[in-house]
């Protein structure tokens, strides 16, 4: 049987590991831990790659720790970063740990019998510790030299801002983390994107020299996507593991529309998918792109992970609108989201009471068509939907009752010219 390293190799999730780890990690059940950013109130897809890491290891039978970072995250992490951040509140951070740890959730099992996962928050041990404590207790161990070697804090110093005392100190939190982790929880391996390294190692070093013991870490790489672009970002921004923050529709879109080049590595990093599986969908790429078979099995997988079976179906329902599939089910939400980017106009409501609104001047007022003789022509030939629904009847009336939710009507002109008339 694989150990969990040999996974993740394959998976193209192993960037580098401490020397003596995969010796140790597959003879051993160990604790691993993985620090997650409460400066938002969720996780977005860009978290994905640790999160799921961790559940790996899980599956393999060590025991995962989620770390909130309800302490470090009042001062926030340099990594990566070209400037300050801006420092949250106290409130602002509880608040948005309560969030991200229903999102945990999703992923780790935390009534797994042998090796459940835990939750913690380092608020918990950071927060109760006075500055003369932590000067005398953490900081005598490590010199400014070694802690300006870091590439995290280099990078900044060489800047013109530069970086501030606040942010240098953040590698010493981080490592003391690690040093309450060993104590309490057993916990001597650390995992992390490929920017967290220089953290890692420093936690490592904490406990080498206030503990003499040896632990471990483990980093996954950063995700880069082939045509340059930045992963998770849309133009509309960012893709949320948040549902009221980025709809499940939207979250499914992002996934379906992966591109060739990127499709098979995300089945590899994200999903539970088996080496088998992700070789006859990487044949699938090569043989019938045009059918996009992988792409829809990333979609479905990781809107099904992230959310749940409803919030599956009702994206696929969503998905196939665009192709003339049922609107009936959907809600306005929903129409608001699949018809985001077509052409709409406004009507009052009151113009859909009583008998309603005469169908031909619906479709002639909407700009659907040019004019009413087009108009005419266009629904006797049966040419013009109704949500999805066509409609030959040239006296209809249109009223509030054919509007999802009172809000949106779909008017279809042919297969794919898409409009939609907001009721306001």
Excluded at 194 to 220: A, C, L, P, Y
Excluded at 298 to 320: C, G, N, P, W
Excluded at 329 to 351: H, N, Q
Aim: charged fraction near 25%; include cysteine; hydrophobic fraction near 35%.
């Amino acid at each position: 049987m694989k150990n969990v390293l040999d996974e993740l190799r394959w998976r193209g999730l192993l960037y580098d590991a401490t020397e003596g780890l995969e010796e140790i990690i597959s003879k051993e059940s160990l604790t691993v831990y993985i620090g997650f950013d409460p400066t938002g109130d969720s996780l977005h897809v860009g978290s994905l790659v640790p999160l799921i890491g961790l559940a790996r290891l899980q599956q393999f039978g060590h025991t995962p720790i989620a770390m909130a970072g309800g302490g470090t995250g009042m001062i926030g992490d340099p990594s990566g970063k070209t400037a300050e951040r801006k420092l949250l509140t106290k409130d602002d951070v509880d608040a948005n740990v309560e969030a991200i740890k229903k999102q945990l959730a999703r992923f780790l099992d935390f009534d797994k019998a042998g090796n459940p996962a835990k939750l913690l928050n380092n608020g918990d041990w950071l927060l109760s510790m006075s500055m003369m404590e932590f000067l005398r207790d953490v900081g005598k161990h490590f010199t400014v030299n070694y802690m300006t070697a870091k590439d995290s804090v280099r990078s900044r110093i060489e800047r013109e801002d530069g970086i501030s005392y606040t942010e240098f100190s953040y590698m010493l939190l981080q490592g003391y983390d690690f040093l309450h982790l060993y104590d309490h929880h057993n916990c001597t391996v650390q995992a992390g994107g490929s920017d967290q390294w220089g953290n890692i190692t420093t936690g490592m070093e904490m406990v080498r020299r206030m503990r003499g013991k040896k632990t471990h870490g483990v980093v996954f790489p950063l995700i880069t996507k082939a045509d340059g672009t930045k992963f998770g970002k849309t133009e509309s921004g960012t893709i949320w593991l948040d549902p009221n923050k980025t709809s499940p529709y939207q979250f499914y879109q992002f996934w379906l529309n992966a591109d060739d080049r990127d499709v098979i590595t995300y089945l590899k990093y994200f999903t539970w998918l088996t080496e088998d599986e992700i070789l006859a969908l990487e044949k699938a790429v090569h043989e019938r792109p045009e059918q996009r078979e992988a792409q829809r099995a990333l979609a479905e997988a990781m809107t099904l992970i992230v959310h749940d079976e409803s919030a599956l179906t009702r994206a696929q329902s969503a998905s196939k609108v665009l192709f003339g599939g049922e609107i009936e089910g959907l809600s306005a939400s929903d129409i608001a989201d699949i018809f985001s980017d077509v052409s709409s106009t406004e009507i009052p409501s009151d113009k859909l009471q009583g008998e309603g609104y005469q169908y031909i001047d619906l479709v002639a007022d909407s700009g659907v068509v040019k004019s009413k003789g087009e108009a005419r022509r266009s629904i006797q030939g049966n040419g013009i939907a109704i949500n999805n629904v066509k409609c030959a009847d040239i006296e209809r009336k249109i009223t509030i009752e054919d509007a999802v939710d009172g809000q949106f009507i779909v008017l279809r002109k042919g297969k794919k010219n898409y409009h939609l008339v907001k009721v306001i």
